[in-house]
Each structure stands twice: as C-alpha cells, then as structure tokens.
C-alpha cells in the first residue's frame, strides 16, 4: 500500500498525534511514548505506509489521537499503564481485542488462584484463611461492607466472610439452612423477601434460598468466569461493559433513592445497590461485574430477565438527581417539610398514589415559589444538561 492510497487518508501519522497532544499541554507525549503505549496496547497497532522518496510514516487506526489524548490524561493520575489501558475501555474509548480480554482472562485466572488459597478442594478452609478471618473483625471495610459487618455484629462478621468463600468456591452444601438465612439477613438482602411492593402485592424476591445461593454459587465461580470469556467474542465484550455500566448504574441509584428515602436495607436493593456501587468503583470491580454478567447471559433462562431489568433502569436515567432535588426542595421551600412528611416520602417508590399527591403538593408551591425552586432545579440539572423530573 502506497501514501497516496486512498484507504490511507481517514488513518492517523504518528507525528501529527504527538504534536496535538504536545499542543494540548502534555509534555510528555512523544513519539517513543506512542510507540511504548502501543507495545503495552494502551492505543492500537500502526502499520509503516510508504512515502516515495520521502521514505515512510507511521499510520495509526483512525480515532487513536482521542485515545492517546485520553490516555495522556489517565496517565497524570495512574501510572500503570494496564489501568490506564483498562480505563479506556471501560469508557468505551477502545475495543476488547486491544486489552480488554487479556485481563479480563487473567483477572479470572487470579481469582481462581486466590480462591484456591482460602478454600481447600473438599471444601476446608485454609490455614491462610483462617488467618484472615480473624483479621476481618477489625479490618477498614469501604462503607457498605462496614455497614454487613455492624447488621452481623463484628463477633459474627467472619460467618459472613467464611459464608461468602464457601458460595464462591461452591461449597453451598457446607452451610446449612440457618446459616442461609443468617448470611442473607446479614448482607441486607433478606428485606428483598419481605417488603411488600405495591404494583405487585407481594414481594419482589421469593422461592428458596439454599437454591437462590446455588445459583449464585455456579454463575461467580471464577472456573465458569474463564470458560465464558473465551467462548465470548469481542462484540460480546464490549456490548457486556456497556450494558454493566447501566446496570451498576440504575442499580447504585436506586440503592441510594432507598437509602435516602427510607433505609439502609429497605427491599434488598438498598443494600445491593451500594454494594454494586462500591465494586463499580474499583477497576477489579468492574471486571468482576463484566464477567458476573456474561456468565448471567450465557443462561438462556436468565437474559429476559436482565434486558427487562436495563429496561426498567433506563426509564429513569436521572432518579439519584431527582431524589437530591426533591430532598433540598422539601428543605428551602417554607412549609414543604409538613406538607411533605418523611412518611410520605418513603413511598416515593413503591406507591403511585403518593407519587400522584407529591407532585401535587410541588405544583401548589410552585405558583408561590418559582423562583426559588427553579433555582434548586438549575444547581440540579443532570450531566447531559437536561432537568431532572
């Protein structure tokens, strides 16, 4: 292939991508770093194009000068370059052939090594684990783990622990109903049981734990998780990350909506919610929940419900905004707090009726009080620029 060729002209010349980058502030961008970022695949592969008697240039795919500016500004802040190029495909900047499945396979591979230190092939916990449960009663937990371990009591936190490395290793069988039941109350995910959501009279939740527990326990084993990504395309990849992302992200908010409205448990989500809010934070999180979710769809009884459950989050893209706003409005306005009670704010979510009487109260407070509340709403508009509902 010649310069001259036409295929040539969407493709990006290495020196042309240094200098945006060098002209956009970052000082360090440079060729070799170009050619260094492409060895580690932070960008793609370039390919030599010749150039007549002006020798050859260094073609690079179209779209790399946005993937190098990208990593440039990931790299003032993470060093590591398997970060920086994990980064830029979790934010959709890159595809998962460039780096995405190498770790995901080798972050599989890890967690079963890992697992294999704590849990023995019979299912006996290991000198090592042991060891480190009773570090666990004392330990920094991020806040919703902090928050099991004060439900379970720190006396009791290493059940939870030792409970958890049963299920993940698939030794189920190992705790007996009781125990089942303990550890589901313990991780707050027991009121998913009993709260009664009114569109359907009943509770969202029901059947069998010990059954529940064994199909957590068969889709998270890490075993599974490396025999999924390699039966997995690159398109695959990809369309998991991006419907994880709004998953995590329906889920974290609605999570935080219970939490604020009503509790820290309140149906189960409460608690599943910061608790996925956590994991998507953290870049071994969001490879856990890539691959927790390709598991999930490799079952065909379970990918209905997964697509009927992105649908119901993106029904309501903005509800941690809506909530924050309406909380400050109850707040500022004079007399919202006793036209608004917390009691009726704590069916924001599962009652229409009160959806229905709550807009009518702001819709009479409004005709007093644009101004103010329209303030509130413009220090609340979304990302995207819209305003919340």
Same mark, same amino acid.
């Given at each position: 292939m010649t310069w001259q060729d036409e295929a040539d002209e969407l493709w990006e010349d290495a020196n042309d991508i240094v200098a945006l980058a060098i002209g956009l502030g970052y000082a360090g961008a440079s060729r070799a770093r170009l050619r260094a970022w492409h060895r580690h695949r932070v960008v793609p592969a370039p390919r030599q194009v010749g150039r007549g008697v002006h020798g050859t240039a260094t073609l690079y795919p179209p779209g790399t000068a946005t993937v190098f500016l990208r990593a440039c500004e990931l790299h003032l802040t993470q060093r590591k370059l398997k970060e920086v190029a994990w980064a830029l495909w979790w934010n959709g900047f890159t595809d998962a052939s460039l780096s995405a499945r190498s770790q995901l396979v080798a972050f599989a591979e890890r967690l079963a090594q890992l697992l294999d230190k704590f849990v023995g092939p019979n299912g006996e916990l290991t000198e090592h684990a042991h060891d480190e449960l009773d570090k666990s009663t004392a330990a920094r937990l991020p806040a919703p783990f902090a928050r099991v371990r004060r439900r379970a009591g720190a006396a009791d936190f290493d059940f939870v622990v030792q409970s958890l490395l049963y299920i993940a290793s698939g030794h189920v069988d190992a705790l007996g109903d009781t125990a089942l039941k303990e550890l589901e109350h313990a991780l707050g995910h027991d009121r998913a049981r009993t709260d009664i959501v009114g569109s359907i009279g009943?509770?969202?939740?029901?059947?069998?734990?010990?059954?529940?527990?064994?199909? +957590? =326990?068969?889709?998270? =084993?890490?075993?599974?998780? +490396?025999?999924?990504?390699?039966?997995?395309?690159?398109?695959?990849?990809?369309?998991? @990350?991006?419907?994880?992302?709004?998953?995590?992200?329906?889920?974290?908010?609605?999570?935080?909506?219970?939490?604020?409205?009503?509790?820290?448990?309140?149906?189960?989500?409460?608690?599943?919610?910061?608790?996925?809010?956590?994991?998507?934070?953290?870049?071994?999180?969001? @490879?856990?929940?890539?691959?927790?979710?390709?598991?999930?769809?490799?079952?065909?009884?379970?990918?209905?419900?997964?697509?009927? +459950?992105?649908?119901?989050f993106d029904k309501s893209p903005h509800l941690r905004h809506d909530m924050d706003l309406l909380f400050e409005v109850r707040e500022k306005i004079p007399g919202l707090a006793e036209r608004l009670p917390l009691s009726l704010l704590r069916r924001i979510l599962k009652d229409p009726a009160s959806q229905k009487r709550i807009a009518g109260v702001l819709t009479e407070a409004r005709k007093e009080h644009a101004a103010q509340i329209d303030e509130i709403i413009y220090r609340h508009r979304t990302v995207d620029g819209s305003d919340p509902v």
């Open positions: 009943g509770p969202w939740l029901e059947g069998d734990v010990r059954e529940d527990m064994e199909n +957590i =326990s068969s889709l998270a =084993s890490p075993r599974r998780f +490396i025999e999924v990504i390699r039966t997995c395309s690159d398109d695959e990849l990809d369309e998991a @990350r991006d419907e994880v992302g709004r998953f995590a992200a329906g889920l974290a908010d609605l999570g935080y909506a219970m939490r604020k409205s009503m509790d820290n448990w309140a149906y189960g989500m409460a608690a599943w919610g910061g608790q996925i809010e956590y994991l998507i934070g953290t870049p071994d999180g969001q @490879r856990y929940m890539v691959l927790a979710w390709l598991s999930c769809k490799k079952r065909p009884d379970l990918t209905p419900n997964l697509g009927t +459950i992105l649908a119901s």
